[in-house]
């Protein structure tokens, strides 16, 4: 496919390079914008991959210029497997501030809706007014 020739259908002019995650460091110079196609490959924050991804993306807004993530994926496995391509596209998008943070919250929330459900399994006292109820006394 000729991604210049598409782009162009939509008045976006560009030169376009690709390069693979790994060859990334070797990337000389700053594009006007980045797209990070299979953005699952960088979800692990602490990889080298993604610290690569990161420091690129980040002289490349530093420039002025945007950076995107794509991924064929349909969802992630676990919702933590979002941090890294949000803090790479999208840097303090998610506001927790730090991976452990986030899973502090996610598991906040998860403890929120456990009990949730939890409250509306209990037992509640019949009401008297429905006919065909029996009310113990």
């Known amino acids: ?69 794509m991924s064929g994926t349909p969802s992630p496995k676990t919702p933590l497997d979002w941090w890294s391509p949000c803090e790479i596209a999208f840097p303090g998008f998610i506001k927790q501030g730090s991976l452990a943070r986030f899973e502090y919250s996610l598991a906040d929330m998860a403890r929120w809706c456990r009990y949730r459900l939890d409250e509306r399994r209990l037992p509640r006292p019949a009401a008297k ?9």
Do not use: M
Request: net charge positive; proline share 5%; with cysteine.
């Open 129 to 137: 007014d429905v006919p065909g109820n029996r009310v113990r006394t």
């Open 1 to 69: 496919p000729n991604i210049e020739r598409d782009l162009k259908k939509w008045y976006f002019s560009c030169f376009c390079d690709v390069v693979s995650y790994d060859q990334l460091h070797k990337f000389d110079g700053v594009p006007d914008g980045v797209i990070f196609d299979e953005h699952q490959k960088v979800k692990s924050p602490n990889s080298k991959r993604a610290k690569t991804a990161q420091a690129f993306a980040d002289r490349v807004r530093a420039a002025g210029g945007y950076v995107l993530c």
